[in-house]
């Protein structure tokens, strides 16, 4: 929980900073965001497993810099981990996140962009499970994952005059989930902004 307010004052803090060296005549904005997760590992630098399906939602405030330029922080609740099928059935990790990217934007256009940044994420809940197909020998284990994901997000998108936002981001992960095996998170995000 002091990992939460942590996270939740420096969201606060980042967009009040924005908000202070917006000089331009764009203004800043406040919205809730949300989508689809596309989510996967990589263990060891190897090839990444299967894919997890679920979905991320959240608030963000986005402040411009100048003209062109603009500074976003975001708090989201991200659903993530990954799948893989085998003919015994399948094996599902699921890995749910509390996610705090902070991403700098480049209009390309009036409505085209461009962004990067850093993320840092706390864990919020882990669970895998094993489908046998045949109800006797499904598992499901909890397990504690490290507290603290850390990685970079490389994305684009479309912002409507109205205010409503396209984007499609890859989250490259950092941090190791476990002390194990040197496994990383990896998760497209395809999302969805309104400004309120």
Do not use: C
């Amino acid at each position: 929980m002091k990992n939460v307010i942590l996270m939740l004052g420096l969201f606060l803090m980042a967009f009040q900073v924005g908000n202070a060296q917006d000089t331009t005549t764009r203004t800043g904005n406040f919205g809730i965001k949300g989508g689809y997760n596309l989510a996967a590992v990589n263990f060891d630098g190897d090839a990444d497993t299967g894919n997890r399906s679920g979905f991320h939602v959240g608030v963000y405030g986005e402040s411009f810099l100048n003209q062109n330029i603009a500074l976003q922080v975001e708090l989201l609740y991200s659903q993530q981990g990954y799948e893989i099928e085998t003919n015994s059935g399948t094996f599902t990790q699921k890995l749910n996140y509390i996610n705090l990217p902070l991403m700098l934007k480049g209009y390309l256009s009036d409505n085209f962009f461009l962004e990067v940044g850093p993320q840092i994420g706390v864990a919020i809940s882990h669970k895998e499970e094993f489908d046998s197909n045949f109800d006797l020998f499904d598992t499901s284990e909890e397990f504690d994952p490290n507290s603290f994901d850390y990685g970079a997000n490389f994305g684009t998108g479309f912002r409507t005059d109205s205010g409503i936002t396209l984007s499609a981001r890859y989250h490259l992960g950092l941090g190791d989930i476990y002390d194990d095996g040197s496994p990383k998170n990896r998760v497209w995000l395809f999302s969805v902004g309104f400004d309120l």
